[in-house]
């Protein structure tokens, strides 16, 4: 088995300062910490997580405090988890993942027993009963998403209200003249997550702006009820444009589109999201909410955090989203 001895004769360095490295406790030279972490590579030197943390006093693992709700697209949800597991390993991080449902004590557990040196909180509410318990925590935490409240948190998303004033917008630029909203599914608005009120925000602001009018249905997941969205937007414009947020639900509005007669980009207008939004059955205009980006995001900060380079600042980072065009909106003739 390889040691951290012979990882200091390859490297021609005290075994000491093999430790250092592993610990942080001493600032080394950019040359050290290269030669060192090219021995460790070349003799394929894995440390003893176990004795790091002790020598560190740190656990070198991160909590990721996740929502299980039926509620909560499993793939949405996915994209989130799988960066922020990436990223935190190549700043040398474990995550463990603490579900939701554990509330406040959970996170107090976590921390108390040193299991976790800082925590990602995702998906929190408006009035989050984890917030407070966020401020008293003595570790560096950083929160997904937007609280009520948000002094002194150190938060990162999507800037929602840019990305709906953006989609507006575009739908704007083409000629459309009024807007079919398809919204939210009623569960997720009933958690009374920030990141809604501030897209209902950027619809009504774009809106009034261009001077569109917004015609906002119910949306879910449900045939009967998508049907009743297409049917109302249909009914409301001789050219309909439908701004369809959750991604859930855009093949389906695809069919029901289809069985009215009517084909996104022929007829109508279809600005989607997601990440299979281009292999739909017509490729779907998407907005983009950064979901990797913002997952780095919080990584970053956090680790900085954690390795003393900068203190969380306590502000929100909302990070930019994008807009891709593809073969599911027109250009409404005049």
Not at 316 to 331: C, D, F
Request: glycine share 8%; proline share 5%; with cysteine.
């Amino acid at each position: 088995m390889v040691t951290s001895r012979d990882v200091a004769r390859e490297a021609g360095v005290s075994q000491s300062t093999v430790s250092y490295v592993m610990s942080g406790k001493r600032p080394l030279s950019d040359d050290t910490l290269r030669r060192v972490d090219e021995a460790m590579t070349r003799l394929g030197y894995q440390p003893n997580s176990r004795a790091r943390a002790l020598a560190a006093k740190r656990s070198h693992v991160v909590g990721l405090m996740i929502p299980l709700s039926p509620r909560i697209e499993a793939a949405s949800l996915m994209r989130f988890i799988q960066v922020i597991a990436s990223e935190a390993r190549g700043h040398g991080h474990d995550i463990l993942l603490v579900t939701e449902d554990e509330g406040a004590s959970g996170m107090q557990r976590v921390i108390g027993e040193q299991i976790c040196d800082g925590l990602i909180l995702m998906q929190v509410e408006t009035d989050d009963e984890r917030i407070p318990v966020v401020r008293d925590l003595k570790v560096p935490v950083v929160v997904i998403g937007v609280p009520g409240d948000a002094e002194s948190i150190t938060c990162v998303d999507a800037d929602y209200r840019s990305a709906a004033e953006l989609a507006v917008d575009f739908l704007a630029a083409r000629g459309h003249r009024q807007v079919t909203f398809v919204d939210w599914p009623s569960g997720l608005r009933q958690r009374d997550v920030n990141f809604i009120e501030r897209f209902d925000a950027g619809v009504a602001a774009a809106a009034q702006r261009s001077g569109i009018e917004v015609l906002q249905v119910e949306g879910g997941a449900h045939r009967e009820t998508i049907g009743r969205a297409v049917r109302s937007g249909l009914e409301a414009s001789n050219y309909p444009a439908f701004l369809v947020p959750d991604s859930g639900v855009q093949a389906m509005l695809q069919e029901s589109l289809m069985l009215e007669g009517r084909r996104p980009g022929l007829d109508v207008s279809l600005i989607g999201s997601g990440e299979d939004a281009p292999q739909q059955i017509v490729p779907l205009t998407t907005i983009d909410f950064v979901p990797n980006v913002v997952s780095a995001r919080a990584v970053e900060l956090l680790v900085a955090g954690l390795d003393g380079r900068r203190e969380l600042d306590g502000q929100v980072h909302l990070e930019v989203p994008t807009i891709t065009e593809r073969e599911s909106t027109i250009v409404v003739p005049t």
